[in-house]
């Protein structure tokens, strides 16, 4: 089993910036690659950013430009550095922790969520 535990939310200003960290612990060898998903109420769960091992990353259109997904593999932590929030980004953010091959990636692991506010 992974654990997985984000912190780093909280409410910020239109324009402002967050970063998000995520923690793993356990069997971390059996993950190579943790990204982000989002959820906003009354909405379903999307994806947000990607980081596969190699350093290949992935974004959703809506945060490219402005999100950006790091690893640091000796602390077994993954990063989410948000710019130019704007209140659309709003939503609880769930960072997520899996295997990828080739184009595929398959989530393994959950965290707990954390929530992320942005006012006008």
């Known amino acids: ?8 939310g ?8 967050l970063r998000l960290s995520c923690a793993a612990s356990g069997r971390v060898f059996s993950i190579n690659a943790m990204g982000w998903y989002r959820q906003a109420p009354g909405k379903q769960r999307e994806l947000v950013a990607s ?9 959703a259109d809506s945060v490219k430009g402005r999100f950006t997904v790091s690893r640091d593999y000796a602390k077994n932590t993954a990063y ?3 710019n130019s ?36």
Not at 1 to 8: A, C, I, K, N
Not at 10 to 17: C, D
Not at 97 to 108: F, H, K, L, V
């Open 80 to 82: 989410l550095q948000m």
């Open 85 to 120: 929030l704007k209140p659309e980004d709003t939503a609880v953010y769930y960072c997520n922790a899996g295997r990828q091959y080739g184009s595929t990636y398959t989530i393994d692991y959950w965290g707990q969520g954390t929530q992320v506010t942005v006012s006008s």
């Open 10 to 17: 909280g409410l910020v200003q239109a324009g402002g910036s």
């Open 51 to 59: 980081a596969f091992s190699g350093g290949a990353t992935n974004y």
């Open 1 to 8: 089993q992974v654990q997985l535990v984000e912190s780093g």
